[in-house]
């Protein structure tokens, strides 16, 4: 048993996604009072519709060199993994100037190392959680693959593989005929792969969150169904969060609600660049058996996961903000894949769209607000929240406690920038 902080606090958590009741539990771990509010939770967040990756290998930013030379391709290629919608564009430049910046090479290896770090502590921080929510049922350890259609694919990928081996990563490069021993389904049309043989995946992401949930609840928790729309110090020791028909207190508020945070942090006097990924995934029901681990597709940039239910492709990247509809040119493409991938597949089930928060330089905000220090930032994680949850909510957990983060999270700051 942790040993208890000398002074408990009531805590107000916004945002009940992995991120926002991966930080409850902690907080709960060291003897406090938490509340945590969401105006849909456990309802089809990107908690619900993400690749199911336990992701421990994720630790090169989105942003490279070599990304910023392939931006035209991407941006006017509709079969690229990557699209803009033009209307959004004078809101998105900011954000992508930052990205250009964050693209350079001094700075991608500055990136790939501080992930790097968080992500060697992943596991440690999340597998306690998951066994307190009673959820290893819903993990599985099979390794991961990363597929390439040519061998140049591979060649560009290089120093990728290489920034991840110099953080501790291990990556494996396979050959055609060793992919086709681990997943003999998959149409050979690929060439190469890369194997994370230490990765797991989830098999139900939304079973999981429920029984984490309940687990804060058990302990005491409360979970809010209402939407946050301000927070506001009422007196030296209170915060108020506003909720669109009520209010709540709390001596410490955490801001973990993911692409809706950037609105929350403006209220508190922090501006900070975050936007948002639009994502996408097709369910293909009882198919779960054509796959044996999550893989990667590397050309259209996109996992097939298989899951208790079916088999799940879930990817590509669309910035268009929160407002913007389901494109369904993206689902098209995911669809048009799965069949070159697996013929034998039928048609899928169910599509889903959701927006993933994402910051410039593709590495999370954990830390204190730069205005009140009674406000906590947990947001940010762009494709791997679930993998960095765990990690997060210790993190947070410690600011709160009083202690020394138990690693330098200098790097996080909301003040990087």
């Given at each position: 048993?942790?040993?208890?902080?000398?002074?408990?606090?009531?805590?107000?958590?916004?945002?009940?996604?992995?991120v926002?009741?991966?930080t409850?539990?902690?907080?709960?771990?060291?003897?406090?009072?938490?509340?945590?509010?969401?105006p849909?939770?456990?309802?089809?967040?990107?908690?619900?519709g993400?690749?199911?990756?336990?992701?421990?290998?994720a630790?090169?930013?989105?942003?490279?060199?070599?990304?910023?030379?392939?931006?035209?391709?991407?941006?006017?290629?509709?079969?690229?993994?990557?699209?803009?919608?033009?209307?959004?564009?004078?809101?998105?430049?900011?954000?992508?100037?930052?990205?250009?910046?964050?693209?350079?090479?001094?700075?991608v290896?500055?990136?790939?190392?501080q992930l790097?770090?968080?992500?060697?502590?992943?596991?440690?921080a999340?597998?306690?959680?998951?066994?307190t929510?009673?959820?290893?049922?819903?993990?599985?350890?099979?390794?991961?693959?990363?597929?390439y259609?040519s061998?140049?694919?591979?060649?560009?990928?290089?120093?990728?593989?290489?920034?991840?081996?110099?953080?501790?990563?291990?990556?494996?490069?396979?050959?055609?005929s060793?992919i086709?021993?681990?997943?003999?389904?998959?149409n050979?049309?690929?060439?190469?792969?890369?194997?994370?043989?230490?990765?797991q995946?989830?098999?139900?992401?939304?079973?999981?969150?429920?029984?984490?949930?309940?687990?804060?609840?058990a302990?005491?928790?409360?979970?809010?169904?209402?939407?946050?729309?301000?927070?506001?110090?009422?007196?030296i020791?209170?915060?108020?969060?506003?909720?669109?028909d009520?209010s709540i207190q709390?001596?410490?508020?955490?801001?973990?609600?993911?692409?809706w945070?950037?609105g929350l942090?403006?209220?508190v006097?922090?501006?900070?660049?975050?936007?948002?990924?639009?994502?996408?995934?097709?369910?293909?029901?009882g198919a779960?058996?054509?796959?044996n681990?999550p893989?990667?597709?590397?050309?259209?940039g996109?996992?097939?996961?298989?899951?208790?239910?079916?088999?799940?492709?879930?990817?590509?990247v669309?910035?268009?903000?929160?407002?913007?509809?389901?494109?369904?040119?993206?689902?098209?493409?995911?669809?048009?894949?799965m069949?070159?991938?697996?013929?034998q597949?039928?048609?899928?089930?169910?599509?889903?769209?959701g927006?993933?928060p994402?910051?410039?330089?593709?590495?999370?905000v954990?830390?204190?607000?730069?205005?009140d220090?009674?406000?906590?930032?947990?947001?940010g994680?762009?494709h791997?929240?679930v993998?960095?949850?765990?990690i997060?909510?210790?993190?947070?957990s410690?600011?709160?406690?009083?202690?020394?983060?138990?690693?330098?999270?200098?790097?996080?700051?909301?003040?990087?920038?």
């Amino acid at each position: 048993m942790n040993e208890l902080p000398s002074k408990p606090q009531d805590v107000v958590i916004i945002g009940a996604g992995f991120v926002g009741i991966a930080t409850a539990m902690w907080l709960q771990k060291s003897g406090h009072k938490v509340t945590v509010v969401d105006p849909e939770p456990f309802a089809q967040g990107a908690y619900f519709g993400n690749a199911c990756t336990i992701a421990t290998y994720a630790n090169n930013p989105v942003g490279t060199p070599r990304t910023i030379k392939q931006i035209p391709k991407l941006l006017f290629n509709p079969n690229s993994p990557l699209t803009i919608n033009w209307s959004y564009l004078p809101k998105l430049t900011p954000w992508l100037m930052r990205f250009v910046w964050a693209s350079r090479p001094s700075q991608v290896e500055h990136i790939g190392q501080q992930l790097g770090r968080l992500l060697i502590h992943a596991q440690s921080a999340l597998m306690p959680l998951i066994e307190t929510a009673q959820g290893s049922d819903l993990v599985k350890k099979n390794g991961t693959l990363y597929l390439y259609g040519s061998e140049a694919g591979l060649v560009k990928a290089q120093p990728d593989i290489a920034l991840r081996r110099r953080n501790g990563i291990a990556v494996t490069e396979l050959t055609k005929s060793e992919i086709s021993d681990l997943e003999p389904h998959l149409n050979p049309i690929y060439k190469r792969g890369l194997w994370f043989e230490n990765a797991q995946h989830l098999l139900n992401p939304l079973d999981l969150l429920k029984r984490m949930g309940a687990s804060v609840v058990a302990n005491g928790g409360q979970i809010v169904t209402n939407k946050a729309v301000g927070i506001k110090r009422i007196s030296i020791d209170t915060l108020k969060v506003q909720l669109q028909d009520t209010s709540i207190q709390g001596q410490k508020v955490v801001v973990a609600a993911g692409a809706w945070s950037k609105g929350l942090a403006q209220q508190v006097g922090d501006t900070l660049p975050l936007d948002t990924e639009q994502g996408y995934h097709l369910m293909y029901k009882g198919a779960e058996q054509l796959l044996n681990r999550p893989v990667g597709w590397a050309d259209v940039g996109f996992y097939m996961t298989p899951m208790n239910e079916g088999l799940r492709a879930a990817g590509t990247v669309e910035l268009a903000g929160l407002n913007n509809a389901a494109n369904p040119k993206r689902l098209q493409l995911i669809a048009k894949t799965m069949k070159t991938l697996l013929p034998q597949l039928k048609s899928h089930d169910s599509e889903w769209t959701g927006f993933r928060p994402s910051m410039p330089d593709s590495m999370p905000v954990i830390s204190q607000s730069s205005k009140d220090t009674g406000v906590y930032y947990a947001f940010g994680h762009g494709h791997i929240g679930v993998t960095l949850s765990g990690i997060t909510g210790k993190l947070i957990s410690e600011m709160i406690d009083g202690k020394t983060p138990s690693m330098d999270i200098a790097a996080f700051s909301a003040q990087r920038f």
